[in-house]
């Protein structure tokens, strides 16, 4: 079955990069698109950005200029990197294939 | 950004009873494909969101029909039947016509 799985560090420190690991089952990468999404402790959901079947990405504008959002359909993974930290990015980020969620990791951005 | 607004915020329900959640965009919703692509999503405590129903009225895999979605262009509204304990927890609509992705702020169902 359609299964997503986030993996990453729970601790970066202001300035420093984001980089986590979205590792999928039961349905392939280059049919289907998976999204990033994040939610900040006791709030609403925030759309990341997107990588497309075909490789293309798309991004929140708002986070556009520090995002990167990459995969290895071999390795059935797909990469998101955020750079220029702060504390306001401190959230649980789910990758997705919008019917389908991640468990969801918790990254916290603290010195 | 296209911007969602849910009404109510919060809804106290017994079980049994009947509730309507409101999803207003500040966008049409339809795509130039011609259709709208309106969803409605449920975050029980603890958990992932949950995909419950798509395109404004197809109900997800596995999703009860005590759920149903109605509305258009810029009104959408999500309808539970005979509320069950299970259905509590916050409800998201989310909009995928326009980038970025957005969604409403929530509504949260508790028991009354």
């Known amino acids: 079955q359609v299964q997503l799985k986030e993996s990453g560090p729970g601790l970066v420190q202001p300035s420093q990069t984001l980089s986590l690991t979205c590792t999928v089952s039961g349905f392939s990468l280059t049919s289907n698109s998976v999204h990033w999404v994040r939610q900040p402790p006791g709030k609403g959901l925030e759309w990341v950005g997107a990588?497309?079947?075909?490789?293309?990405?798309d991004y929140n504008s708002a986070l556009k200029s520090r995002l990167s959002i990459s995969r290895d359909t071999s390795k059935s993974q797909v990469f998101l990197k955020m750079n220029s930290l702060q504390t306001e990015d401190t959230a649980i980020y789910f990758c997705?294939?919008?019917?389908?969620w991640g468990q969801g990791v918790m990254v916290t951005v603290s010195s | 950004d296209v911007v969602m607004t849910q009404t109510p915020p919060s809804l106290s329900v017994a079980i049994g009873q009947s509730v309507s959640i409101s999803c207003k965009s500040s966008q049409s919703l339809v795509y130039s494909d011609g259709k709208t692509y309106l969803h409605w999503l449920l975050q029980s405590p603890g958990r992932s969101p949950k995909r419950l129903i798509y395109?404004?009225?197809n109900l997800g895999s596995g999703v009860p029909d005590r759920f149903s979605g109605t509305g258009s262009q810029k009104d959408f509204t999500l309808k539970i039947s005979r509320v069950e304990a299970e259905d509590l927890g916050v409800y998201y609509c989310a909009q995928t016509t326009h980038f970025p992705y957005t969604f409403g702020a929530g509504t949260k169902l508790e028991l009354k």
């Open positions: 997705t294939r919008l019917g389908y």
């Open positions: 395109q404004v009225s």
């Open positions: 990588i497309w079947s075909g490789g293309s990405t």
